[in-house]
């Protein structure tokens, strides 16, 4: 599958600014869809999710204290609660595995209690159709890349 993420974070990175170098951000989108492939999550949604929280930003910081780029709370999702010594690409990955666990198998849910907590409202809603949007939107882009590679 490693095609696959390297194909769809191509395709995530020409998307966002084809103009601009984003060495780290390919590390990161990479990262991101290797972890979630082997957790079972789709790459595509995992990815979308990163870029929509941080823009695949590895040291993001949210008012919320939500850390890394899919913005994991340490407190609930790391050991001993502190984003120190956390792998926060892990953690968020194992954290939207009990998200789907909790709230699925839709994923608009999922991705709607992801961004609101225990209940989900319009805001996370749209959180939600943002998301999947994009991720569909790579998903093809990515499909696409691959189809072209002889």
Not at 28 to 57: K, Q
Request: net charge positive.
């Amino acid at each position: 599958m490693s095609a696959y993420v390297l194909a769809l974070c191509l395709s995530v990175l020409e998307v966002a600014n084809p103009a601009k170098p984003h060495d780290r951000a390919m590390a990161v989108c990479y990262e991101v869809g290797e972890a979630a492939d082997r957790a079972g999550v789709p790459a595509e949604l995992a990815v979308a999710l990163a870029y929509t929280e941080s823009r695949l930003n590895p040291t993001a910081a949210s008012s919320r204290r939500a850390r890394g780029p899919l913005q994991v709370i340490p407190v609930w999702h790391c050991p001993r609660g502190k984003a120190r010594g956390c792998d926060l690409v892990q953690a968020g990955i194992q954290a939207l595995q009990r998200f789907e666990v909790k709230h699925g198998p839709a994923w608009a849910d999922v991705l709607c209690h992801w961004s609101q907590g225990n209940r989900c409202y319009s805001v996370g809603r749209r959180f939600a159709r943002i998301v999947l949007d994009r991720a569909e939107q790579y998903r093809h882009a990515a499909q696409l890349r691959m189809e072209a590679i002889p």
